[in-house]
């Protein structure tokens, strides 16, 4: 089972709005990840999380605030956004190959946002 | 700099064929690669993936070849199928404890029936 389950599917939100978007895998992955991505563009990093601490933040505005309550989830709270961060904003987690040394990323379905 | 390069937008085939969808990176460093297939409205889904010690990996109906001295990198689909009908995203990263995952901007491949 590879599932990364992301809630909700879809949610608009005002200006000044606070919301939060979460994130469960029960695969027992230590790594999980924020992507963001707009149509017809790869996905861009976010956050990355290794053993529920903050290992990477890619220089995100601070109105996007990540959270890893514990080893299943991970939380994006959203609050002041503007209209240009509508998006797909995918959940992942992975885990290293056994024999190998690269971690295979398992992406949740998405949560679109639109900002208005 | 685009490290991980998908050259062709868009790849059209017909149903039955081989499909052959092709990446190039620049990092040498690069240690894992993968293949994921995206429809529209959905995350990414990993399809299959390549360590640099392998040349080939092969899973159903999908196969990955590597080579590294060309730094290119592509997945065959035998046979094509309308469903497989998608974007499909390499991406690579440096292995160990390197958690960034650089993707290629990713090919629509759409199989005609």
């Known amino acids: 089972d590879t599932e990364v389950t992301q809630t909700p599917k879809h949610l608009v939100m005002g200006m000044t709005n606070k919301k939060s978007l979460k994130c469960e895998q029960h695969?027992?992955?230590?790594?999980m990840y924020w992507y963001k991505q707009k149509a017809k563009k790869p996905p861009e990093l976010m956050f990355v999380?290794?053993?529920?601490?903050?290992?990477i933040n890619e220089s995100v505005p601070s109105r996007f605030s990540p959270e890893c309550p514990n080893s299943s989830l991970l939380n994006l709270h959203l609050h002041a956004l503007q209209p240009e961060d509508s998006a797909l904003y995918l959940c992942?987690?992975?885990?290293?190959?056994?024999?190998?040394?690269?971690?295979?990323?398992?992406f949740g379905e998405g949560s679109w946002l639109t900002v208005v | 700099d685009q490290q991980v390069k998908q050259n062709s937008p868009s790849l059209s085939v017909q149903e039955g064929r081989i499909s052959i969808l092709n990446c190039d990176y620049t990092?040498?460093?690069?240690?894992?690669f993968l293949w994921y297939k995206k429809y529209p409205a959905e995350g990414p889904t990993f399809l299959i993936s390549?360590?640099?010690?392998?040349d080939k990996n092969e899973d159903g109906r999908f196969t990955v070849f590597l080579n590294k001295s060309a730094k290119h990198l592509s997945l065959h689909i035998v046979p094509s199928q309308p469903g497989d009908s998608a974007v499909y995203f390499c991406?690579?990263?440096?292995?160990?404890?390197?958690?960034?995952?650089?993707f290629g901007k990713g090919t629509l491949l759409t199989v005609n029936p």
């Open positions: 999380y290794s053993y529920e601490k903050l290992s």
């Open positions: 695969m027992g992955h230590r790594a």
């Open positions: 390549i360590s640099s010690i392998k």
């Open positions: 991406a690579a990263h440096p292995g160990g404890s390197n958690y960034k995952l650089t």
């Open positions: 990092n040498s460093m690069f240690d894992y």
């Open positions: 992942a987690s992975s885990q290293r190959q056994r024999g190998y040394s690269g971690n295979t990323i398992y």
